[in-house]
T-cell receptor
Framework: AQSVTQLGSHVSVSEGALVLLRCNYS??????LFWYVQYPNQGLQLLLK??????LVKGINGFEAEFKKSETSFHLTKPSAHMSDAAEYFC???????????FGDGTTLTVKP | NAGVTQTPKFQVLKTGQSMTLQCAQD?????MSWYRQDPGMGLRLIHY???????DQGEVPNGYNVSRSTTEDFPLRLLSAAPSQTSVYFC????????????????FGPGTRLTVL
C-alpha cells in the first residue's frame, strides 16, 4: 500500500521568495517519487523525479527536491519564485514492484507581485 | 511524436447516455491509465493496463469499462452516464527502462472535460 500527503492545499509567496511545497509519502517497498505541475486547462507535466542514486534531484524551471528516507519526505523547493510558477503541483509515489501511482491532492501555488 | 492524445476535449452528456473517451499514444509505452480529476481530490485512478489484452481496476472503476486491443490505444467507456461522473478525465502512459524494471514517470494527455446533465 502507498499514500501521499501534501501539506497545504494553497501556498502563496511573493515574487522572488522561496517556494517550499511539502510532500510526505508512505510505501511498503522502495518508492519512486515524482513532482508534476499542472497549468490551467492542461495536463500534468513532469517537474522532477527520484528513482535511485542521488537524493537531491533537480528539475525543470529551477525546482529541486530532496528524498529523505528517514523522514519519508520529498519536499519541492525553488529559491526564487517567478510569476510563471503559479500553477497546481502534485506529488506522486510509485512502488518499484508495481505500476500504479498514487497522487497527492495537490497544492495550488500563487505568486504575488 | 504527438505523445498522448485524447478526444474529445469537451463533452456534454445527458444522464443515461453512453460514450467512449479516446486515448492514444505513439511512444510504444506498455503502461496506460485513466484518471479522473475533481477539485480538491487530486487524481484518482479509474483503470490501467500493463499491455495489450491486460487491464485492471483502479480505485474508482464503477461505471467505467476499458479494453486494450493494441499498444497504442486505451479507450474509456462510460456505460450509463451519471452526474457524479462530471469531471476532467486524463489518460497517461508510462514506460520502464528495462525488462522487469520499475515504471518511471507518466506522460499525460491534455484531458477531456465531461459534463453530465
Amino acid at each position: 500500500a502507498q499514500s501521499v500527503t501534501q501539506l497545504g492545499s494553497h501556498v502563496s509567496v511573493s515574487e522572488g521568495a522561496l517556494v517550499l511545497l511539502r510532500c510526505n509519502y508512505s510505501s511498503s517497498v522502495p518508492p519512486y517519487l515524482f513532482w508534476y505541475v499542472q497549468y490551467p486547462n492542461q495536463g500534468l507535466q513532469l517537474l522532477l523525479k527520484y528513482t535511485t542514486g542521488a537524493t537531491l534531484v533537480k528539475g525543470i524551471n529551477g525546482f529541486e527536491a530532496e528524498f529523505k528516507k528517514s523522514e519519508t519526505s520529498f519536499h519541492l523547493t525553488k529559491p526564487s519564485a517567478h510569476m510563471s510558477d503559479a500553477a497546481e503541483y502534485f506529488c506522486a509515489v510509485r512502488a518499484t514492484n508495481a505500476g500504479k501511482s498514487t497522487f497527492g491532492d495537490g497544492t495550488t501555488l500563487t505568486v504575488k507581485p | 511524436n504527438a505523445g498522448v492524445t485524447q478526444t474529445p476535449k469537451f463533452q456534454v452528456l445527458k444522464t443515461g447516455q453512453s460514450m467512449t473517451l479516446q486515448c492514444a499514444q505513439d511512444m510504444n509505452h506498455e503502461y496506460m491509465s485513466w484518471y479522473r480529476q475533481d477539485p480538491g481530490m487530486g487524481l484518482r485512478l479509474i483503470h490501467y493496463s500493463v499491455g495489450a489484452g491486460i487491464t485492471d481496476q483502479g480505485e474508482v472503476p464503477n461505471g467505467y469499462n476499458v479494453s486494450r486491443s493494441t499498444t497504442e490505444d486505451f479507450p474509456l467507456r462510460l456505460l450509463s452516464a451519471a452526474p457524479s461522473q462530471t469531471s476532467v478525465y486524463f489518460c497517461a502512459s508510462s514506460y520502464r527502462p528495462g525488462q522487469g524494471g520499475a515504471y518511471n514517470e507518466q506522460f499525460f494527455g491534455p484531458g477531456t472535460r465531461l459534463t453530465v446533465l
